[in-house]
Every structure is written in C-alpha cells, then in structure tokens.
T-cell receptor
Framework: AQTVTQSQPEMSVQEAETVTLSCTYDTSESDYYLFWYKQPPSRQMILVIR??????QNATENRFSVNFQKAAKSFSLKISDSQLGDAAMYFCAYRSAFNNAGNMLTFGGGTRLMVKP | NAGVMQNPRHLVRRRGQEARLRCSPM?????VYWYRQLPEEGLKFMVYLQKENIIDESGMPKERFSAEFPKEGPSILRIQQVVRGDSAAYFCASSTGQGGNTIYFGEGSWLTVV
C-alpha cells in the first residue's frame, strides 16, 4: 500500500516571501500521479497542482511549482510571492496510474500554512 | 458546468439516528469517491463507486456504513445508528475515469452527532 508523509504540521511565511512544503511518499509502482490540494478555512478541497510521474519536468502553475524527485520519492511544493489568501491547509496526495490498483487518492496528514502580513 | 454538489452541507443527528449524505458528481463524471476527514486530520478514503457498482470499499467501516450510486440520481452515503465518533466532514469527489483524470471535490458535508 502507498503512504504519503508530510513532516511539517505547520509552516509560516512572510507575505511576498517564498515557502516550500515537503512531501514524501512510498510506493513500489513506477507510474503514478501526485497532487497538491489546498483546503482554506471554507474547508473546500481545491486542486493546486498535479505531476505525472513519467514526466521529468516539474509542474508549474503561476506562483506554485513543485520539485519532483522520483528516485528520492519526494514531491515538494514551492509557493512564491506568498499572499494572505494562500493561508490554508495543504495536502499532498498520490494516485496510482494502474487501473487495477485502486483508483483512490491517498493523502498525507497536511501542513497548515500561515501567512504573516 | 456545476461542480460536485453535496447536501446537506451541515447535518446534526442524535446518537442512534441515521444520516444520509448525498452527492451529485460533475456533469459527465461516472466515478464517485467518498472521503472522511476527522478534525485536524487528513482525508481518508472510504469508498469508490461507478454507476450501480461498488468498485472499492476497503476504507468503509464494516458496520453501519453503506454507499450506493444508482443508475439515476445522486450517490448516497448512509450511516446507521450514528455515534459521536462519526462526527466528521464527509467529502464526495468525482472524475471521468481512472489514472490521471483529475478528481474534483465537493464542498463537504459536516455531520455532528450529539
């Protein structure tokens, strides 16, 4: 079974600065997908960014980018030019690419990000 | 294109009552997932359904919990004889299929058992 670990329960960043959230995972599969979801105080789960394991290039979405290290099974999220609206819980998630391996997302325990004005 | 719709958003039940949570997937999505989030914890997978079929229920408690996704109508997560430990946020999500298809979440249903 796959596991996802987020070792930072809480992080804080100054507005306009850059912060990196860590995520590691454990799997024996070679093909999979990785995601970062944001959960603001409204509690809705919002997809921030996704990465296909077969792609070497790191995904980027505006101020959000990832550092995907497949060999190390590491998938960190970098938020540049942090804004007050970035304050939320951030969850890293794994999903198998194989149809017979289950189709669910496996989530890490989350990192609470606080943004200081 | 409406997103994943869940209702009710908030539900209060007394111990021993039944709770029914409904989920309408995004238009064109035939795969539905239910997750549970306890306070201050991450989301835990419960069940994965396609129309009229339960594909994976490995995360469902063995008793009192059931789920369905009928040919017509929303998916239903049913909790019988609720206990205080069932108090949680229940999220529904949907997708078009497996693998890399993005899973979209609803806004969640908050169950409080008093």
């Amino acid at each position: 079974a796959q596991t996802v670990t987020q070792s930072q329960p809480e992080m804080s960043v100054q507005e306009a600065e850059t912060v990196t959230l860590s995520c590691t995972y454990d799997t024996s599969e070679s093909d999979y997908y990785l995601f970062w979801y944001k959960q603001p105080p409204s509690r809705q789960m919002i997809l921030v960014i996704r990465q296909e394991a077969y792609k070497q290039q790191n995904a980027t979405e505006n101020r959000f980018s990832v550092n995907f290290q497949k060999a190390a099974k590491s998938f960190s999220l970098k938020i540049s030019d942090s804004q007050l609206g970035d304050a939320a819980m951030y969850f890293c998630a794994y999903r198998s690419a194989f149809n017979n391996a289950g189709n669910m997302l496996t989530f890490g325990g989350g990192t609470r990000l606080m943004v200081k004005p | 294109n409406a997103g994943v719709m869940q209702n009710p958003r908030h539900l209060v039940r007394r111990r021993g009552q039944e709770a029914r949570l409904r989920c309408s997937p995004m238009k064109g999505h035939s795969h539905v997932y239910w997750y549970r989030q306890l306070p201050e914890e991450g989301l835990k997978f419960m069940v994965y359904l396609q129309k009229e079929n339960i594909i994976d229920e490995s995360g469902m408690p063995k008793e009192r919990f059931s789920a369905e996704f009928p040919k017509e109508g929303p998916s239903i997560l049913r909790i019988q004889q609720v206990v205080r430990g069932d108090s949680a946020a229940y999220f529904c999500a949907s997708s078009t299929g497996q693998g890399g298809n993005t899973i979209y979440f609803g806004e969640g249903s908050w169950l409080t058992v008093v």
